[in-house]
């Protein structure tokens, strides 16, 4: 009788474990320096580096547009692009609640495997634990990544005042599909998350000459929370024209329906830039043309002082509404949606 | 009113999540990189990196001993020492349960720095995650790690016949104390979890010019699992003489009073390590005199054919008794003791 779940044995550091970690792991993200099975893998890196890590608990493990595994790998590898890294090493944790489908779990793992080509980058080593049922709700993972930056320098804090805000494609749709899937609802139109690998976006932005100050993912927090933070570490104050924001009508409709502002909803395969004023319509033509960025747009400006009326120390973010008047937008408080990533 | 336990908000992205990570991160584990606050930490490496990820899921959180702080941090220091690398960065991924008490987390946070002095090791990159209650068991946190490899080549593939193993204390007090923690037994006699950071014990053996071929903590499976998986990886045999094992009177009395085998039962600052024959006792006298692994022994050797009675293809570990008998060491089989780290 072959095992249709995942049993406590499964995380035991025995027999049980080193079946599941060699026929489904190791086939599926089979590369050498995972087969070489030590404590750590070997890397050979040289010159500056980008690390980081990143935990998904994403609630349901399935939604439209994709599942925690692709989630998990463009997740790390999108980190690592915001930083003008090509994303190169991933390790993996996973957490598995006893009883937790083994289907489901290969079927994650052939996700993360798919998602993976998107930008080559690897998985490296990795670890697995599974806890008894009820004391972790199906299945987390987590991923680090290392890879090497290609371009150095870009970061929250290089801002500068002239600088264009770029957004690559519509935003809020991961938010909106993790709240479709929750409330079990059926949209007559295709609504479905952005969760997509940015690498290869990013990776045709970097091998233009253009002066990229910063550039982010609109995870948590959104849009409202990456320019918040820019505005605050650059110590700068950015202009936002709500009206060139763009948003699709699904979005926006869901966010009528639930009091929610697409600007702080979450996204996991969209990003902003920030570059020169000069250099930005060729930015905009490079992701349209070769980033696969359709829906990407210009959408604000840093400038060194706030706009009449709404002075105040720099750090900043004006919205400018299609009504013609201004406001704050603030870092989000509150949480919106739990288990969003 | 001051908050006194963990609140969705508090992973949510927006302003409470920066207030947590700068508060109580920040503070414990300052340092100019993850001062940054880039999606990505900036490294600078060169040459063999060793990387290596782990996820801790332990129960109880606290245990005698140590608590899954202190387990996260050598844990993944460890992982990195046994390839003879320095560990140098880690991540830190945190999944918390709504509700979770504030100050718990502040004591395992705190234990984390102190753990990470013992090795100088540094966290640069972090995430937070915050769970609805009743979707996770408290706390799991993943570490992963990277260091750069001051003596490469370390490698279970690299057993050879006539290296001799080495154990560098007793074995099976992280395994025993869990146990004990979680049936509430209270021993006359102190038995505290051996969780430690194996890196200054490590440093010592690399400063001299033994011929070291391999190096393992012997967490999940115990001495029996590394043993299996360094027999099956070098293509050799290995002989375990059971009565230079050291097994404190503690654990020999729980392991009797459970039906449990001190040689399958994790150990979480304890290793083994192969080297060849003429530098045992170097070795052991270096790991007692400035290692502080008083308990260290030489518990076995690598051998060309299995003993008389028991031979076969290589990759077996043979045990001798001391009774004169042997039989065949298997790879644990099952779960022993689930949520073990």
């Not at 935990?55 to 003008?84: E, H, R, Y």
């Amino acid at each position: 009788m072959s095992v249709k779940h995942i049993q406590l044995a499964h995380g035991g550091g025995g027999l049980e474990m080193n079946k599941l970690i060699r026929e489904l792991f190791f086939n599926a993200f089979d590369n050498a320096i995972l087969r070489n099975e030590e404590d750590a893998a070997l890397l050979n890196l040289c010159g500056p580096t980008a690390f980081t890590t990143d935990s998904f608990t994403v609630s349901p493990l399935f939604f439209a547009g994709g599942d925690i595994g692709k989630l998990a790998i463009a997740g790390t590898v999108n980190d690592l692009a915001m930083m003008g890294a090509e994303p190169q090493y991933l390790s993996l944790g996973v957490i598995i609640e006893e009883g937790f489908a083994l289907d489901d779990l290969k079927t994650i793992v052939h996700s993360m495997a798919e998602e993976l080509k998107k930008s080559g980058a690897k998985i490296v080593c990795g670890d697995t634990k599974v806890v008894p049922k009820g004391c972790a709700d199906g299945l987390f993972l987590n991923t680090s990544g290392v890879g090497r930056i290609i371009r150095p320098g870009i970061s929250a804090k290089a801002l500068k005042s002239g600088d264009a805000i770029i957004v690559s494609g519509d935003i809020g749709r991961h938010g909106a599909a993790i709240l479709m899937a929750r409330e079990g609802l059926e949209l007559e139109s295709r609504l479905e998350s952005d969760c997509a690998t940015l690498w290869g976006a990013v990776e045709q932005l970097l091998v233009h000459p253009f002066e990229i100050h910063a550039m982010r993912d609109a995870t948590r927090g959104g849009l409202s929370a990456v320019l918040n933070e820019w505005a605050a570490a650059s110590g700068v104050n950015i202009q936002l024209d709500e009206a060139a924001v763009p948003v699709s009508d699904e979005v926006r409709g869901l966010c009528e329906l639930y009091g929610f502002e697409p600007l702080d909803l979450a996204n996991e395969g969209t990003f902003v830039l920030a570059l020169p004023k000069a250099q930005a319509e060729g930015a905009l033509e490079v992701l349209k043309r070769f980033g696969h960025c359709e829906q990407a747009a210009i959408v604000g400006e840093v400038v060194g002082e706030v706009v009449e009326g709404l002075t105040g120390p720099a750090g900043k973010v004006v919205l400018n509404t299609p009504w013609g008047s201004s406001r704050y937008l603030d870092l989000p408080a509150g949480e919106l949606l739990p288990r969003i990533c």
